[in-house]
């Protein structure tokens, strides 16, 4: 997984894309985490709530990182490609 991780960080344009595939990365990663944490310790208990509130803030930070690096989105450009996200072809 790392050597793909690499791959793609290198086929981002810009660190600000590298930016956003990581929190991606880290928000997808942290889902997963809480996922196993509901079904460990149920969906009331103080981790699993600490790790809902710790997606939240990954969320926030993305949704600024997008929002700082909106684009004009040009006649028949996706959202995807305007905003430049790795991996996703033009």
């Known amino acids: 997984m790392k050597g ?5 960080h290198s086929m981002a344009e810009g660190a600000d894309s590298v930016n956003l595939y990581e929190l991606r990365m880290n928000i997808e990663r942290e889902r997963e985490l809480l996922c196993l944490f509901v079904s460990e310790y149920g969906i009331l208990d103080s981790r699993t709530l600490s790790k809902s509130q710790e997606i ?7 949704n600024a990182c997008v929002i700082e690096n909106k684009k004009p989105i040009a006649a028949g450009q996706s959202t995807l490609e305007a905003r430049n996200f790795p991996g996703h072809s033009h």
Not at 56 to 62: E, P
């Open 4 to 8: 793909w991780s690499t791959f793609l």
């Open 56 to 62: 939240d803030i990954l969320i926030n930070q993305y």
